[in-house]
T-cell receptor, first 115, second 114 residues
């Protein structure tokens, strides 16, 4: 019962370094999402995907890139990390189209610190 | 565009007392509304949802919420708090079928006093 798995769970970067967060889901979900969670601001959508090979910008996309080459994986990249990107990142997935119910299945989060 | 406002970032209740968490939304179309719960060091999980039909919806762990269109509200309640209810709660809205994204409120942290 893996569900949604995020790697790594913790990472410390220096300003200007790059990294990729990996999200994998085993529920055959069509839609996948990347959110960031900051104190007092709830969850804000970074990017999302409604299918393999398609991505779209969310509320706070600047400084991030994503790719969905396989249906089960959704990668979030930071090309040049900044201290403002210190956050907890959550990946989520859901059924798509007329099977969408609003229930997103979340991973356990990836805590990123940028020094 | 949709948005969510949760009134009160922290709520403290005694065990056995009523839990009331307030949520107001704005939406240009009839909304889908959700409450999610996050336990420490975990991801979010769905507590309950309103899509269409009955305006009083029941969720897991004894929680329920009522959709009031005239007040643009979707407040969450539980008659009797339990220690295990200590968590952070998020209200969310979606404008299906315009899109399939959730917009979350800032969250309300609930602490339960013995």
């Amino acid at each position: 019962n893996a569900g949604v798995t995020q790697t790594p769970k913790f990472r410390v970067l220096k300003t200007g370094q790059s990294m990729t967060l990996l999200c994998a889901q085993d529920m055959n979900h069509e839609y996948m999402y990347w959110y960031r969670q900051d104190p007092g601001m709830g969850l804000r959508l970074i990017h999302y995907s409604v299918g393999e090979g398609t991505t779209a910008k969310g509320e706070v996309p600047d400084g991030y890139n994503v790719s969905r080459l396989k249906k089960q994986n959704f990668l979030l990249g930071l090309e040049s990390a900044a201290p403002s990107q210190t956050s907890v990142y959550f990946c989520a997935s859901s059924y798509g189209g007329n099977r969408w119910t609003g229930e997103l299945f979340f991973g356990e989060g990836s805590r990123l610190t940028v020094l | 565009a949709q948005s969510v406002t949760q009134l009160g970032s922290h709520v403290s209740v005694s065990e056995g007392a009523l839990v009331l968490l307030r949520c107001n939304y704005s939406s240009s179309v009839p909304p889908y509304l959700f409450w999610y719960v996050q336990y420490p060091n975990q991801g979010l999980q769905l507590l309950l949802k309103y899509t269409t039909g009955a305006t009083l919806v029941k969720g897991i762990n004894g929680f329920e919420a009522e959709f009031k269109k005239s007040e643009t509200s979707f407040h969450l309640t539980k008659p009797s708090a339990h220690m295990s209810d200590a968590a952070e709660y998020f209200c969310a809205v979606s404008e299906v079928p315009n899109d399939y994204k959730l917009s979350f409120g800032a969250g309300t942290t609930v602490t339960v006093r013995a």
